[in-house]
């Protein structure tokens, strides 16, 4: 089984639209989740992470976990043409150097 | 704000030849990471480095990767003989304490092309 799923998407909301983006993890042992944001041809930046179950809201953005179907998401309220990019979802693993584990990414597309 | 910057942003190779793909991590940054993305699928640890030394690593990385970090700031990522499944985007990653709830500042990556 695969440690972080994704929906690979494409998705296509028109503006103004809540959009809500999905990943599954396997291992019961991951504490925090994060959700980076990539555009094209730029590397992933962090837009927010939430530690073990419940919400975590930055401004339109809000990231909710649910550990007991093992179930994270991103909420984007209002959408906007800029959010138009990849979304990943990534855990740091439990021990040694904390790498990464990232879900494939969804790509957004928010259509004006 | 400080930034990861990488260099090239692109290089193409001929398969077999070595290439070194550069980062500068944001500067009070004591850990250091390489990813890769293959076109379309996960971006995938790499190797983490502390201290001068692997702190950990893939099965990706075989004896054809190295990194260093040669003058106390470039981190550098090589390969000695690419092959054309090396093709990906490298993403270097720093971090200044390995902690799960410090955010990895990922650079703006090097596509890799090997023909």
């Known amino acids: 089984q695969k440690e972080v799923e994704q929906d690979p998407g494409p998705l296509s909301v028109p503006e103004g639209a809540i959009v809500s983006l999905n990943c599954t993890y396997s291992?019961?042992?991951?504490?925090?989740f994060m959700w980076y944001r990539q555009y094209s041809r730029k590397g992933p930046e962090l837009l927010m992470y939430?530690?073990?179950?419940g919400n975590k809201e930055d401004g339109r953005f809000t990231a909710q976990v649910d550990k007991s179907s093992k179930y994270i998401s991103l909420f984007i309220r209002d959408s906007q043409p800029s959010d138009s990019a990849t979304y990943l979802c990534?855990?740091?693993?439990?021990?040694?150097?904390?790498?990464?584990?990232f879900g494939t990414g969804t790509r957004l597309k928010v259509l004006a | 704000e400080p930034e990861v910057t990488q260099t090239p942003s692109h290089q193409v190779t001929q398969m077999g030849q070595e290439v070194i793909l550069r980062c500068v991590p944001i500067s009070n940054h004591l850990y250091f990471y390489w990813y890769r993305q293959i076109l379309g699928q996960k971006v995938e640890f790499l190797v983490s480095?502390?201290?001068?030394?692997?702190?950990?690593k893939s099965e990706i990385f075989d004896d054809q990767f190295s990194v260093e970090r040669p003058d106390g700031s470039n981190f550098t990522l090589k390969i000695r003989s690419t092959k054309l499944e090396d093709s990906a985007m490298y993403f270097c990653?720093?971090?200044?304490?390995?902690?799960?709830?410090?955010?990895?500042?990922f650079g703006p990556g090097t596509r890799l092309t090997v023909l």
């Open positions: 939430t530690y073990s179950s």
């Open positions: 480095f502390y201290n001068n030394e692997i702190s950990e």
């Open positions: 990534a855990t740091p693993t439990t021990s040694g150097t904390y790498k990464y584990i």
């Open positions: 990653a720093t971090q200044w304490e390995a902690a799960p709830y410090n955010e990895q500042f």
């Open positions: 291992n019961s042992a991951f504490q925090y």
